[in-house]
């Protein structure tokens, strides 16, 4: 099996649902291997890093993915995201990623911890509530979602009666960021992002004509007095990454570290007592199962390597960020679930300038919530057979049954 044929294989449903053993078979063939015409595959977690961290490997952005087929313009997801700090490169990135950045410095993060605390007793007493007479409770949609949503809405200025609707808009929009073989398979991001789109459009006029001390007010008000600082385009864009982005990394987070300590007593039972420091857990989960499991960029320099692999303009390196977690040159037995690791650096937020500028925010969502969840349900287990998302770049699930009895 060459790089072209795990790239296949991971975009079949059965390589979605358990990629590992096709990761563990990229790193027989070397750190960096071709995969196919003008595209190499990266599972090396140093060779990850490096491109990561490299701003000649470029991400690719509106230009690039439609150089090769114009038809993708007519598609709003695409041309949504497209005015994203996700898909910007130097000097638009960093413009307008400088002016969010800092909603998420260390400081303001770690003042968020009372209202994370507060938001997390509400929704376990609302899920107390509802398996109170022994019946299974979606932790999914009870509080998997519930939580990151609502802290993320509350830093944006999203009104509490609208975030119940931004599930399904953001799962629909991802679709977007998936390996699309059919561009078909968009016209669900599309009606996405076009509701997206017209709903921040309508809250940014709100807030302008009646500011409120939120993001938005405060972007919305720089949008309209220094349109060269960040356009209107920019603005929406921005707004519904933040959004999307705010709650599915931390979401899958949660689900998928539940299910491993349903698989892993002895961890849930540290976290429980205090035993197990719930940042190391959350760097295991992030390495073991990561939310993010790919990202891509392209080569933009005529004499690019990786790990001793030429990348000349053009190609598209694939960095399979979940192979690198696993990566056993960098980590001893690699598919082992240990939270005791202390030295994990999961690649699952990035790195460089395109590092996630939400990951301490999604770590501290985390390393709270889950004892909280533990300590408040000693009882907490199964009730039926989880279900995951049919996705590669984006892993997680959709339902995840519990019992709280």
């Known amino acids: 099996m060459d790089g072209a044929s795990i790239i296949e294989r991971l975009m079949t449903t059965e390589g979605r649902f358990d990629p590992y053993p096709l990761y563990a078979r990229a790193h027989e063939l070397g750190a960096a291997t071709p995969a196919g015409p003008a595209a190499v595959l990266v599972a090396g977690h140093a060779a990850a890093n490096q491109v990561l961290r490299n701003p000649a490997f470029a991400v690719e952005d509106t230009r690039t993915l439609t150089a090769d087929n114009a038809d993708l313009l007519v598609h709003p997801s695409v041309v949504l995201l497209g005015h994203s700090v996700l898909q910007r490169n130097a000097p638009d990135h960093g413009r307008v990623r400088s002016l969010v950045a800092s909603a998420f410095n260390a400081r303001r993060v770690a ?96 807030r302008l004509a009646r500011p409120t001390g939120d993001l938005v007010s405060d972007l919305a008000r720089i949008a309209a007095d220094s349109p060269d600082r960040i356009s209107g385009e920019e603005l929406l864009g921005n707004l519904v990454l933040l959004l999307v982005a705010g709650f599915e990394t931390t979401t899958n987070l949660l689900g998928n570290g539940l299910t491993l300590l349903f698989r892993h007593p002895a961890a849930a039972e540290g976290l429980r007592t205090g035993g197990l420091d719930p940042s190391l857990f959350t760097d295991e989960v992030l390495r073991y199962d990561s939310p993010v499991q790919l ?64 990951s301490q925010l999604a770590r501290l969502e985390a390393d709270i919530a889950v004892p909280a969840l533990l300590d408040r349900f000693p009882r907490l287990a199964p009730a039926g057979i989880p279900v995951r998302r049919d996705r590669l770049v984006l892993r997680g699930y959709e339902s995840l049954p519990v019992a709280t009895r």
């Open 111 to 206: 003042a968020l911890r009372p209202a994370i605390e507060t938001t997390v007793a509400r929704l376990l007493d609302e899920l107390d509530d509802r398996g109170a007479d022994g019946s299974p409770v979606d932790f999914m949609d009870a509080f998997a979602f519930r939580l990151p949503v609502e802290v993320i809405c509350e830093l944006l200025g999203v009104p509490a009666a609208d975030r119940h609707r931004f599930r399904g808009l953001a799962s629909d929009l991802t679709i977007a960021l998936e390996l699309v073989q059919d561009l078909g398979e968009l016209a669900v991001a599309d009606a996405a992002a076009a509701e997206l789109e017209a709903y921040f459009a309508e809250l940014v006029a709100e």
């Open 295 to 358: 990202t891509s960029r392209i080569s933009t320099a005529p004499d690019l390597t990786v790990a001793g692999l030429p990348t000349p303009s053009g190609t598209v390196v694939l960095v399979m960020l979940g192979a690198a977690n696993r990566d056993p040159a960098r980590y001893t037995r690699p598919d082992r679930f240990d939270p005791t690791r202390t030295d994990s650096q999961p690649l699952s937020f990035g790195g460089g300038s395109h590092f996630c500028l939400g």
